[in-house]
């Protein structure tokens, strides 16, 4: 069973329920054990992590309202904050999975934030990028998250076969060490 743990980042704290949901799912055939965790509302097991959730999560969700330019303002810094910190502390780690989400997309009327310039802010970012509506579209935003497991299910083996990969680069140093290189004879 994997563990995925995905942040959801960039709501504005109208929520009031748990922040940390629980769900096991499958997909492409593999069981997974979800948790998402959603910082707006006040769940103690959620304050806890609510302290580095960059750190904490394998891939991000970052919405923002189509309708609200601050949220976009916000939904940047998120998006930079992210980059930076797994810059810092992964070493080197900036490929981690993140979604920008151009929520409200029913409210167009009101847009104050282009289409095309959350599309580059995504691909400055090397995120995806996509414009959903909650309230009129469940199965978009369930297709969504499908997609951004898949990719963190790829990311997780990428990084576990890197580790697997220097890890034994560092053995067959440490047996050169004790033993020696072989050199040829002359
Ligand atoms: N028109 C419209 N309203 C939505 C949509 N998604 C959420 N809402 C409404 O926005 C309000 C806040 O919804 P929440 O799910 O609590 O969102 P939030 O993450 O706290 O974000 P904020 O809207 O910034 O408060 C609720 O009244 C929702 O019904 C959407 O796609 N379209």
Same mark, same amino acid.
């Given at each position: 069973? *994997?563990?995925?743990?995905?942040?959801?980042?960039?709501?504005?704290?109208?929520?009031?329920?748990?922040?940390?949901?629980?769900?096991?799912?499958?997909?492409?055939?593999?069981?997974?054990?979800?948790?998402?965790?959603?910082?707006?509302?006040?769940?103690?097991?959620?304050?806890?992590?609510?302290?580095?959730?960059?750190?904490?999560?394998?891939?991000?969700?970052?919405?923002?309202?189509?309708?609200?330019?601050?949220?976009?303002?916000?939904?940047?810094?998120?998006?930079?904050?992210?980059?930076?910190?797994?810059?810092? *502390?992964?070493?080197?780690?900036?490929?981690?999975?993140?979604?920008?989400?151009?929520?409200?997309?029913?409210?167009?009327?009101?847009?104050?934030?282009?289409?095309?310039?959350?599309?580059?802010?995504?691909?400055?970012?090397?995120?995806?990028?996509?414009?959903?509506?909650?309230?009129?579209?469940?199965?978009?935003?369930?297709?969504?998250?499908?997609?951004?497991?898949?990719?963190?299910?790829?990311?997780?083996?990428?990084?576990?076969?890197?580790?697997?990969?220097?890890?034994?680069?560092?053995?067959?140093?440490?047996? *050169? *060490?004790?033993?020696?290189?072989?050199?040829?004879?002359?």
């Amino acid at each position: 069973m *994997n563990d995925i743990k995905l942040a959801l980042l960039g709501s504005q704290g109208a929520g009031k329920s748990d922040s940390l949901y629980h769900k096991r799912l499958s997909i492409d055939g593999r069981q997974l054990n979800l948790e998402v965790f959603d910082p707006c509302s006040q769940g103690s097991e959620a304050r806890c992590i609510l302290e580095e959730p960059v750190e904490w999560a394998d891939g991000f969700v970052v919405v923002y309202n189509i309708s609200d330019r601050t949220s976009f303002i916000n939904a940047k810094s998120i998006l930079r904050q992210i980059r930076e910190t797994r810059s810092d *502390n992964s070493k080197g780690d900036t490929d981690v999975p993140v979604c920008l989400v151009g929520n409200k997309q029913d409210l167009c009327h009101a847009r104050q934030v282009r289409e095309e310039e959350a599309r580059s802010l995504a691909h400055e970012n090397r995120c995806n990028f996509q414009e959903v509506s909650a309230a009129e579209s469940y199965q978009d935003i369930a297709n969504l998250f499908t997609q951004l497991i898949r990719q963190v299910m790829e990311h997780l083996k990428y990084r576990a076969d890197r580790r697997r990969y220097s890890g034994s680069k560092s053995m067959a140093k440490l047996i *050169n *060490n004790v033993f020696g290189k072989r050199r040829k004879s002359v």
